[in-house]
């Protein structure tokens, strides 16, 4: 791996990519990387990028990260009724 990264950032420097460019970068990729293996939950992101959730949103905000492909079908679909509330109204309408 050590060997990949010396080749990947000599021939970033050689096209004339700037440091903080390169550091953007890495930043961006590593924490979709973090992100995707974590379905988009930014709090066992941060724990496993070992930095506290703020400071995970600040620097998703930061480098413009967009989540939406991480949580879509991850989440559950919103209940407009409690399961409870539409018991109720089934007996109602009897």
Do not use: C, W
Not at 2 to 29: C, P, T, W
Not at 44 to 54: D, Q, T, V
Not at 66 to 71: F, K, P, T, V
Not at 79 to 90: I, M, Q, T
Request: proline share 2%.
């Amino acid at each position: 791996m050590k060997n990949q990264l010396e080749a990947l950032v000599a021939q970033m420097h050689e096209s004339g990519i700037l440091y903080s460019e390169a550091v953007r970068e890495f930043k961006k990729r590593f924490i979709m990387n973090v992100l995707d293996r974590n379905h988009g939950n930014q709090s066992k992101a941060a724990r496993e990028l070992g930095m506290h959730r703020n400071t995970l949103s600040r620097t998703i905000t930061e480098l413009n990260l967009d989540l939406s492909e991480l949580r879509n079908g991850g989440r559950r679909p919103v209940r407009s009724v409690r399961p409870d509330e539409a018991l109720l109204e089934k007996k109602i309408a009897r």
